[in-house]
């Protein structure tokens, strides 16, 4: 894990660090051939430039989001807006977390993805790679 990451996550309570470092060590176990930096203020993985997943805090809890989750037909993944392919869940505790679950996602990560690297280029328009 980037240095910049473990930063971050050390940097927050007790609790949400655990919770911060329970989703970093699954997300490097599972896409270990994953970038991952802090981007726009928080933790984010891509592959080949292009982000797949992150967390962040926000009043509800730990949001962790999958930017092409949409189409993962998950069931526990909350999917907001229509524009965009994404896809997130919160956490409060480290209880919360299925570690199984978010293994299941992450896999899936890898082979379903939509181009958000060339999001700018297209002028705002999503293609699935």
């Known amino acids: 894990m980037p240095n910049s990451i473990e930063a971050y996550n050390n940097n927050q309570a007790a609790a949400d660090a655990a919770i911060c470092n329970l989703l970093a060590a ?25 982000p797949i997943v992150g967390y962040s805090k926000q009043k509800p809890g730990w949001r962790l989001m999958f930017w092409s989750g949409a189409d993962f037909e998950e069931e526990q993944l909350n999917v907001i807006g229509k524009k965009f392919k994404d896809a997130s869940v919160f956490y409060n505790s480290t ?3 299925n570690t199984k679950d978010l293994k299941r996602w992450l896999k899936k990560s890898r082979t379903i993805q939509w181009d958000y690297k060339n999001l700018i280029k ?6 699935r790679l």
């Open 95 to 97: 209880d919360e977390i």
């Open 122 to 127: 297209r002028k705002g328009r999503l293609e």
């Open 26 to 50: 699954t997300i490097n176990s599972v896409l270990t051939e994953a970038e991952s930096k802090i981007w726009h203020a928080h933790p984010v993985w891509f592959l080949n430039g292009n």
